[in-house]
């Protein structure tokens, strides 16, 4: 999907809520099995009953690894399930290897399981994020700043240069593709630092997490906006665990719908 | 494997190295399928042909994942076939995410595939590192300082307290565990950085990839052996595609033996 049709959804579904997959199961509704089957059953529930109201799908694979083989073929299944062109499927794999080895993740997640993007976690710089940016029609999302306590230990490290870790990062992959190829991560509760950001990437689409359940606030986002939006917001556990009754699929429409509306204001 | 178990497995085998199984069925000899099943029949014969002269093997798990489900089959087959305590088995998964996904990485890894070690990627700091020290008796190996061209795009990058990012990064990852449990991977090629590492952690084990196919000098490690040696040196391609037909185990070996023996020197 390339950014003109990623646009175009926006658009269509007045929405650019992502809705995170971490499907665990042991917080599965009771009437469904606590194992990969179980699993499969609540993912294509969600993905039926939010489907109008998200862009995006991220299935964060670790919750699929840790349950080994069984996992691996209900990320699979749910991947097969998402409707082709419908949303941007993102595998939030963080993966951070260089050469020959980021190779092969790219063939896993971009061939194999036909993903339509990937997270990236940058550390090792350019040959852990060039690998991805070879496949045409494919999204390479970057680790930027992100939210979390350990943001301070690498990312937010004061350079000799007077910027922050994080910027030079920022600018120095943001060469390696354009903004219809590559995206950054950057936490919602991170607000002081957009003005940064978009100084260096003004148009590069933007995935971010921690709006909800991590206390970061969608109206902020108004001002990293780009003319075709700009901006995935991803919400999991506030989406997919509104609820654990045998109504989880409806109340999570809920919740994407609320979202959603309030999304649709902020693209007018 | 504890450190003193694996001290004792380095006296016994007189040997630091980790074979890296970074195994690509394209490359396989012509007589193995080129498939998981090639792959899984070509592990077990490098592993009965190195054991005596490998203390660590290294799977790089991005190989498998290529693979999808049957290489999630082949990798956890492999693990399951190198004898227990008489080798660390690492995955060199490179993970990079936080809180629960990380956990989630961690029963991958250490629950489900019963690996001893598995490789971090460090650049959301604390919390993405954290999750796998909670394991007694499993090692977390922290990306440090790596020998890849990238490495000038963050690890490298200047300070402002004069030092530069790899050095803070190692430094305050190194206060979340102890040297029982954490080790961190410092490429071969960086000897003029061996003096700063191990004035942060002079007792910490090193995990070194990049002796021979990638240029880096095995004696040039000296310097920075600890008492009980303190360092894994990998090597992958050297040994396992030191031969390309039905003698590939036995010109492995020989390959393996040449550097176990460089080792035994060195440890004397």
Redesign the interface.
Known sequence: MNRQELGALIQKKKSFLCVGL?T?PDKLPAHLTKDANGVLDFNKAIIDSTLSFAVAYKL?I??Y?????EG??AL?ETIAYIPKGESLIIA?A?????????N??A??FFE??DCDAITV?????????EPFLLYPGKWTIA?GL?S????????M??????RK?YE??IE??AKLGNEDNLMFVVGATKADYFDKIRAIIPNHFLLVPGVGAQGGNLEDLKEVMTNDCGLLVNSSRQIIYADSTEEFAEKAAIQAEKLQLQMSEMLK
């Open positions: 971490d665990d964060n670790a919750f690894e840790a349950l080994g083989i691996w073929r699979q939030d963080k993966r951070g290897d260089i050469g020959n080895t980021a092969q993740y063939k896993a194999n399981l976690n940058p550390y090792m710089g350019r040959d852990s994020v680790l992100t979390n306590i350990g943001a301070l230990d690498i990312e490290l004061d350079l000799a240069n007077g870790v030079d990062a120095s992959l």
